[in-house]
């Protein structure tokens, strides 16, 4: 028996030994990068792996909150994570993170399109950029040297919150009714290209939302609305509509929380699904990342053939909403430091942050890709050339309406972004708990 | 030859032990600690009753009444609609019954989530699947989103797991049995209900609770169904989890295990030789 046993065990760790060696042959660098859904361009992942002879392996995440277990845990040693500006300053604050760059001379080394000048951010990123380092300065006091974050996170995308909505609907198309309703909040009309018929173009979009008194007749109850189901971005654009800002302190504004959301029966309540939802025409208003939304609409444009002005949906953010950066930034346990700052370095090249831009919604950080967007420029290479696109019919046609899309999406001047703060575990279930009762007792 | 076999099982017990009994225990000392978010205890471990807190929220009550009521809903209309059907499939004379039994259980073969996704395109009222055969794109009436089409997504999903059971349960009666029933002067109603009903009733009851724990227990088909309007206990756990509140998370799943501990437990005590599918 003993030795029958033996040679399982035997066989066992021949087995392990044989599968170590297989998954180990190649001698190639690995660059583990926990990213979001849908949100590379596995063309551009392909460049980088070709010229720096490596692999990516790109794990996903669904949430801040699981980025951020993930790093803490530590179970596995990522080399590069894609967390929202907030989930940064918190992992910032409990020691996780190793600086991209420590000073200047660095910053030449590893980032020289940057430490150049011959890429920057574009003002939104720069604005959402200064509010987290005041929101630094403000939690950690005199410790803290102003600017220390930057240092720490690279802006891989960003955009704002809107709300999406269905253009075919009647409602959403008589204008004369939305525009004279409220004489008091002027109307911006003339920011988005072409005159988009964009008629949530109010200041008081979130009125409508929130199934305030003052937009019943405008909105009625018979509109299909979907609400965002985690509960922190619930209670952000709630807060964003009372008071300016998706970051007053729970107590606060809890019970008028509590008010507001129990207006209106939500048709349905969920996070990704309601981009769905709103092409199939299951519900006609959510709340969004206005990037989600252009995701979907690139699809309207490369497979059914629609332009920017025939489309059946589109997204508007108001003018006091959340923004967020998505930044890349490096856990203090990673293995691969080095290639990840390379691959953050990769995408500092306007071109192939042009490529990787091509499949997402997002806004792209440097204001030097988004100028390539919105001229309806290519990188101009040679043929052979991984940023090659032959300039077909088809292409232009691509290009002319990412352009409108984009520069739709793009803040509108004078809009008052502001990021999310990190809310305590506790106040998220007390928000939950609220929701839940809202639920239960419609 | 048996015992040779039974060393087999061993690396599962492990595996057993490893992946579900500590993870029990492990939730079951969590419950009672005082662990601000995920398991970040660097401020010590205390001992705290405040998780249970979370029981005197209303929705968390509702919730709990919630899953019991649709699953016994469910598990209602499984034994009577799959009672049907195992009866009809026993009396028939159709040679090879084990294929009927196989094409019923051939959707479970299929990924759950994505058997619910389809028969939320049965329900929805925009490019309903079936409303699109008659030429109609979309009915004033939404299913989706209702009690209805959570209870009936669980009775669709789980009623093969009545089936079985209780299909097995009358197979093993004997001819014999029926006859005699027959001959002592009972019709064919009073043998169904005096005899082939008591024989089968260990079928329907672990049928009941092949289909009552799935159900109550479940997130996903009253997230999809339910289109987020639908709070059931398994949707708060799943949420607890996510925020990272795995006190409030684990107090609400203990509960749940002892549920349905106490079940497993009731149908060992009927069903002593094992014969049913548990």
Request: hydrophobic fraction near 45%; proline fraction near 4%.
């Amino acid at each position: 028996m003993a030795k029958r046993s033996k040679k399982y065990l035997l066989l066992v760790a021949l087995m392990m030994i044989i599968s170590v060696f297989v998954s180990g042959c190649s001698s190639k660098e690995t660059l583990l990068f926990l990213n979001w859904g849908e949100y590379i361009n596995y063309d551009m992942v392909e460049a980088f792996e070709k010229e720096y002879n490596c692999n990516v392996i790109v794990d996903l995440a669904d949430s801040n909150e699981l980025f951020y277990a993930k790093v803490k845990s530590g179970t596995t040693a990522y080399d590069l994570v894609c967390p929202a500006e907030y989930m940064v300053q918190k992992m910032y604050m409990n020691d996780l993170l190793q600086p991209l760059y420590s000073n200047d001379e660095e910053l030449a080394k590893y980032f020289p399109t940057l430490a150049n000048g011959k890429v920057t951010f574009m003002d939104g990123v720069n604005q959402i950029a200064e509010k987290l380092d005041i929101s630094m300065k403000e939690t950690l006091g005199d410790s803290y040297q102003t600017g220390e974050i930057e240092k720490y996170y690279m802006p891989y995308f960003w955009g704002t919150f809107g709300l999406m909505y269905n253009k075919q609907l009647e409602i959403f198309e008589d204008k004369q009714t939305w525009d004279t309703k409220d004489m008091d909040n002027p109307i911006l009309l003339s920011d988005t290209p072409d005159g988009h018929p964009d008629i949530l173009q109010r200041n008081n979009a979130w009125k409508i939302f929130f199934f305030d008194e003052t937009a019943d007749e405008v909105l009625p109850t018979s509109i299909r609305v979907g609400q965002y189901s985690a509960v922190r971005f619930t209670y952000g654009a709630v807060m964003t509509y009372l008071d300016g800002t998706p970051n007053t302190p729970v107590n606060d504004g809890i019970e008028r929380f509590r008010e507001t959301l129990s207006r209106r029966k939500y048709t349905q309540w969920a996070a990704d699904e309601l981009k769905h939802s709103i092409e199939a025409h299951e519900i006609d208003m959510a709340f969004a990342y206005t990037g989600d939304c252009l995701d979907m609409v690139y699809l309207r444009f490369l497979e059914r053939g629609l332009t920017y002005e025939t489309l059946d949906f589109f997204t508007y953010a108001p003018t006091e909403t959340m923004a967020h950066i998505d930044a890349l930034v490096i856990p203090k346990n990673a293995r691969h430091a080095d290639l990840a700052r390379k691959f953050i370095n990769f995408l500092l090249i306007p071109d192939n942050a042009w490529l990787n831009n091509r499949d997402i919604g997002y806004l792209p950080p440097l204001e030097q890709v988004y100028d390539m967007i919105v001229n309806q420029k290519a990188p101009n290479v040679s043929e052979d050339s991984y940023l090659y696109f032959e300039e077909t019919e088809e292409e232009m046609f691509w290009r002319e309406n990412w352009a409108k899309a984009i520069q739709a999406i793009e803040p509108r001047e004078g809009m008052d972004l502001t990021p999310f703060s990190y809310f305590e575990t506790e106040d998220i279930n007390r928000l939950n708990n609220i929701v839940n009762n809202i639920k239960v007792s419609k | 030859m048996n015992k040779k076999f039974a060393r087999l099982s061993t690396p599962y017990l492990y595996w057993l032990y490893i992946l579900a009994l500590f993870p029990a225990l492990f939730m079951f000392v969590l419950m009672f600690l005082d662990i601000p978010e995920g398991l970040d205890v660097s401020n010590g471990l205390k001992f705290t009753l405040d998780n249970f807190k979370q029981l005197t929220e209303p929705s968390t009550l509702i919730a709990f009444g919630n899953s019991f009521l649709y699953a016994f809903i469910a598990t209602i209309l499984s034994i009577v609609f799959g009672y049907l059907v195992a009866f009809r499939l026993f009396r028939s004379k159709f040679k090879n019954k084990f294929l009927v039994l196989v094409i019923l259980i051939l959707p479970m073969w299929t990924n759950i989530l994505l058997r619910t996704e389809s028969l939320a395109g049965f329900l929805n009222s925009n490019g309903n699947v079936v409303l699109s055969l008659f030429g109609i794109e979309s009915a004033d009436f939404d299913l989706l989103g209702t009690p209805f089409a959570v209870i009936f997504g669980l009775f669709v999903t789980y009623v093969p797991f009545m089936v079985m059971p209780i299909f097995n349960s009358l197979e093993k009666i004997d001819k014999s049995i029926e006859e005699a029933a027959l001959d002592l002067g009972l019709t064919h109603t009073q043998k169904f209900f005096k005899v082939i009903l008591p024989m089968s009733s260990k079928g329907i009851v672990t049928g009941s609770i092949m289909v009552f724990l799935p159900c109550l227990s479940g997130f996903a088909i009253p997230e999809i169904l339910g289109r987020g309007n639908i709070v059931l206990i398994g949707n708060v756990i799943e949420a607890s989890f996510k925020n990272m509140s795995y006190t409030i998370g684990s107090l609400l799943a203990v509960i749940i295990l002892v549920v349905i501990l106490l079940s497993i437990f009731v149908v060992s005590k009927i069903d002593k030789e094992g014969e049913t599918l548990l």
